[in-house]
């Protein structure tokens, strides 16, 4: 099973400040990586997937980058409406796994 | 537009059994794999099962592997979660999610409380 680590737990920031998320893979798995976001009581949303794709209607201020074990989700300028739970999650094998979240809360 | 419509969740005895549905709309059913994922009270996301778009194929977690039966009616585009021999750990919040494509997750439900409870 492929383990992801997601770090840091928690990230305070202000609006406006950008925030850098990282997702560390227990083993290489190319670009097959998707990140989602949780809002308070939603469903996940899928905004990024292979990386770096992002997904129709997600605002550009949201990227994504890596490869291999590294991968990195940077949200630049943040507004209100960001600050949530950011989950990571691979496709390389069965199962399919997600990181443990970072919570990005307001400062 | 595309709407998942969990239900059966509900409080149920350690050891019991219960079935969780998904009413899919609003897209072409049997065209797309589909996936269970539960979130536990409090805790992050954990992938439970996938069935292909015909029904021929599944995949599990480990831990409910033995347990847990995933399967599609395309007739009725619904899709479900037998679960038997529930433990406490199950206790979760049950998502179905369609799959976009290559094993990732586009549109969820709003989800479903199992509550595993003596």
């Known amino acids: 099973e492929i383990v992801l680590t997601q770090s840091p737990a928690t990230l305070s920031l202000s609006p406006g400040e950008r925030a850098t998320l990282s997702c560390r893979a227990s083993?290489?798995?190319?670009?097959?990586l998707a990140w989602y976001q949780q809002r308070p009581g939603q469903a996940p949303r899928l905004l990024l997937y292979?990386?770096?794709n992002r997904v129709t209607g997600i605002p550009a201020r949201f990227s994504g980058s890596g490869s291999g074990t590294d991968f990195t989700l940077t949200i630049n300028s943040l507004e209100p409406e960001d600050f949530a739970v950011y989950y990571c999650?691979?496709?390389?094998?069965?199962?399919?796994?997600f990181g443990g979240g970072t919570r990005v809360e307001i400062k | 537009q595309v709407q998942l419509v969990e239900s059966g969740g509900g409080v149920v005895q350690p050891g019991r059994s219960l079935r969780v549905s998904c009413a899919a709309s609003g897209f072409t059913f049997n065209s797309y794999a589909m996936h269970w994922v539960r979130q536990a009270p409090g805790k992050g996301l954990e992938w439970v099962a996938v069935?292909?778009?015909?029904?021929?194929?599944?995949f599990y977690v480990d831990s409910v592997k033995g347990r847990f039966t995933i399967s599609r009616d395309n007739s009725k585009n619904t899709l479900y979660l037998q679960m038997n021999s529930l433990s406490v750990e199950d206790t979760a919040v049950y998502y179905c999610a369609k799959e976009r494509e290559n094993h990732y997750f586009d549109y969820w439900g709003q989800g479903t409380l199992v509550t595993v409870s003596s």
């Open positions: 069935v292909s778009y015909d029904g021929s194929n599944q």
């Open positions: 292979e990386a770096s």
């Open positions: 999650q691979h496709r390389r094998n069965w199962p399919l796994t």
């Open positions: 083993q290489s798995i190319s670009s097959y």
